[in-house]
């Protein structure tokens, strides 16, 4: 039976008719009303969303509205939204750090005090469940013409081999000429390297023992107490540490070279912290070696936790020290040496080696490290792959390994040029590692050249990619109204129903336990489009139903009572009422997103059993952790439709 409009529907449409005569001599917004009329009566036909799908915007009251930087899914099903700062100097400098924890079954919000300013972290899903957040915002960017007091690094140093030193926030540093410079934050110093050494002498006599002590290090941000040229300086000197006596004054001082009123860029933090999802707080754990802001995490086949890349305590890109995370003992070691901009996107693949699509979020000189390549992080090499359309636009580009992960396809999808850039690429690849040499090859395009792109993976195979802007953080109103489905299958887009948020800069998207995508945050730098007035962060939280769900209604697979964790052949049993109808099963690993960088999320086929009766469904799952790295993970059971099951939560050791 056809659908027809409402009595009352149809007095709009015919007043609407009225004002469209009008239109044409008087206001032309009215047009728009009357086609946004139109339009919210097609989006809501079921028809058009068993083909498109639909949104909706959740509710969400005004103390839980945050600026939503990183989302990550937990296994309770609640979603982690961290803001820390949020991008506000101003909270910054109150210190008002803010997460939120979202139940999108029950639509309950919950503040969670927050130690740091998160804001610009790393985060990874730990084999436990807990998720590791490491680095953040030491300090607020102060650009170019902005900065009044001359500042830099310092490099301080400490000669004792008997004890480290630490130096406090406020510690004044004074030059030869008299100048002084204050520390921004506090740093220690370890103790110096004291080395032993045999001589001889020509005759063949032993020469007594000889010690050689080698001063340790370590950096720290000073501002000069006083604006003025006096403060200018590229030419390097040593610094006293005001305050300091006897030994101390003598074995521990500032060396620098260039402090200047240059742009000084965002710092970061050593901090890092375990998120319990069920006592629902921030856990201190060991602070990494290095600070960092914007850095990249990722779970590795043991695991263990990679930490590459992010802007160190001065402002400066880490050069390639990386570091390896053990949740066992909570502590931190050195990983291989290797240079990435900020944020690059890193694939564990099998065999254990990493890709790097070449896809990050900006920092750090556009010749250097942006090729994209495979890491071996045991023989510390890197292959680069040559070839990808479009290689100087894969900054803000999103990247994720297609469906199923056995498959080895990852797909890179829009991006831009370097930095501010007003470029943006339409270009999508696909870089296939699942022989012994990669392969490329170009995928279909998108609508239009995006950067910011949300790319979300399906229990049905697909891909749901929405939002983005054509230029830099929605510059001249290019926030794009579109989504799409890609279909690996096909290697084909489809049309999605439009979001009504725009989603830049800032933004995130990830897959819920019910099978429906949540979208976050956007922070543009203009509301408008002449660029004149400054944008404000967009706090609205808005989901989107897929059409599986509108085709299936209420009728879904269900899977019923089942374990949490697997036996020891790697399986797991289910109750079902629905084994007939059931035709797939998927692993998904929940995601962690921020800034368009989300190396978490992964779907693995597995192979399914149903019993003789008809009762159950037994579910086997591969052995290769470089295939599935341990962690809690959702189960998505599927028909031959398409139409997926609620996920149930069960855990890989």
Same mark, same amino acid.
Request: net charge neutral; hydrophobic share 30%.
């Given at each position: 039976m056809a659908h027809r409009p409402s009595g009352k529907f149809r007095r709009t449409l015919l007043g609407s008719a009225a004002v469209l005569v009008l239109a044409a001599l008087n206001a032309p917004a009215a047009v728009s009303f009357a086609e946004r009329k139109y339009h919210a009566y097609k989006i809501a036909q079921p028809d058009y969303q068993r083909?498109?799908?639909?949104?909706? =915007?959740? =509710?969400?009251?005004?103390?839980?509205?945050?600026?939503?930087?990183?989302?990550?899914?937990?296994?309770?099903?609640?979603?982690?939204?961290?803001?820390?700062?949020?991008?506000? #100097?101003?909270?910054?400098?109150a210190g008002a750090f803010e997460t939120v924890l979202w139940d999108p079954v029950e639509n309950t919000f919950k503040k969670i005090p927050t130690p740091v300013d998160f804001f610009c972290s790393g985060h990874t899903q730990l084999p436990d469940g807990r998720l590791l957040v490491a680095g953040g915002t030491a300090r607020y960017e102060i650009l170019d013409g902005e900065v009044k007091k001359a500042g830099g690094g310092m490099r301080v140093k400490n000669e004792s081999p008997d004890k480290a030193v630490t130096l406090r926030k406020g510690t004044v540093f004074r030059s030869p000429s008299g100048v002084e410079y204050v520390s921004q934050t506090d740093v220690t110093v370890p103790r110096a390297t004291r080395a032993f050494d045999i001589a001889y002498f020509a005759s063949g006599q032993m020469k007594p023992w000889t010690t050689k002590v080698t001063a340790a290090e370590a950096r720290v941000f000073v501002e000069a107490r006083e604006e003025g040229p006096q403060a200018l300086t590229t030419e390097a000197a040593q610094y006293e540490v005001v305050g300091l006596k006897g030994d101390d004054a $003598?074995?521990?001082?500032?060396?620098? #070279?260039?402090?200047?009123? =240059?742009? #000084?860029?965002?710092?970061?933090?050593?901090?890092?912290?375990?998120?319990?999802?069920?006592?629902?707080?921030?856990?201190?754990?060991?602070?990494?070696?290095?600070?960092?802001?914007?850095?990249t995490l990722v779970t590795l086949d043991d695991g263990k936790v990679l930490a590459v890349s992010g802007l160190n305590d001065v402002g400066d890109v880490v050069p390639g020290d990386n570091e390896i995370y053990d949740p066992a003992t909570k502590k931190w070691s050195e990983g291989p040496f290797r240079y990435f901009p900020t944020y690059p996107s890193l694939f564990l693949t099998k065999g254990g080696k990493l890709l790097y699509t070449?896809?990050?979020?900006?920092?750090?000189p556009a010749d250097k490290g942006r090729e994209p390549g495979l890491w071996d992080l045991r023989k510390n090499s890197f292959t680069k792959l040559v070839g990808l359309t479009d290689p100087d636009q894969l900054e803000t580009s999103a990247s994720l390994i297609l469906p199923p992960a056995q498959h080895q396809k990852v797909m890179v999808l829009g991006g831009g040029g370097v930095g501010e850039s007003s470029r943006s690429t339409a270009r999508t690849s696909i870089i296939d590692v699942s022989g012994d040499s990669p392969v490329l090859t170009d995928g279909p395009a998108l609508p239009q050249g995006t950067r910011y792109l949300s790319s979300v993976l399906l229990p049905d195979d697909t891909v749901f990619t929405t939002g983005g802007s054509e230029d830099y953080r929605g510059r001249g109103g290019s926030d794009i109204l579109k989504a799409q489905f890609y279909d690996p299958r096909s290697n084909a887009f489809t049309a999605a129903a439009a979001p009504t948020v725009g989603r830049n800069y800032h933004s995130e998207a990830l897959l819920l336990p019910?099978?429906?995508?949540?979208?976050?945050?956007?922070?543009?730098?203009?509301? $408008?489009? $002449?660029?004149?007035?400054?944008?404000?962060?967009?706090?609205?939280i808005e989901v989107f139903t897929p059409p599986y769900l509108h085709r299936a209604g209420a009728d879904r697979p269900v899977l019923g009572e089942g374990p949490q964790e697997l036996d020891q052949n790697g399986r797991a049993t289910f109750k079902t009422r629905d084994a007939s109808r059931i035709a797939g099963a998927?692993?998904?690993?929940?995601?962690?997103?921020?800034?368009?960088? $989300?190396? =978490?999320?992964?779907?693995?086929?597995?192979?399914?059993?149903?019993?003789?009766?008809?009762?159950?469904?037994t579910v086997d799952v591969p052995e290769d952790r470089t295939l599935v790295p341990p962690g809690w993970y959702m189960l998505f059971v599927t028909d031959a439709n398409g139409i997926p099951s609620e996920a149930k939560w069960i855990q890989v050791d």
């Open positions: 083909r498109f799908g639909s949104w909706t =915007e959740i =509710e969400v009251p005004g103390r839980y509205r945050i600026n939503a930087i990183h989302a990550a899914l937990l296994h309770t099903g609640k979603v982690l939204l961290i803001a820390g700062s949020g991008n506000s #100097q101003k909270n910054f400098d $003598d074995n521990v001082y500032g060396l620098a #070279q260039k402090l200047t009123t =240059e742009k #000084q860029d965002f710092q970061g933090i050593k901090g890092a912290y375990e998120f319990d999802p069920r006592a629902e707080k921030y856990i201190p754990v060991a602070p990494m070696k290095d600070a960092r802001w914007y850095p070449g896809s990050n979020a900006g920092y750090g019910d099978g429906r995508v949540a979208t976050f945050g956007s922070d543009p730098l203009f509301d $408008d489009k $002449d660029n004149t007035r400054l944008g404000t962060f967009e706090q609205r998927r692993l998904m690993r929940p995601s962690a997103v921020t800034h368009t960088t $989300d190396v =978490e999320q992964r779907s693995v086929e597995l192979d399914l059993t149903k019993s003789p009766n008809g009762t159950t469904v």
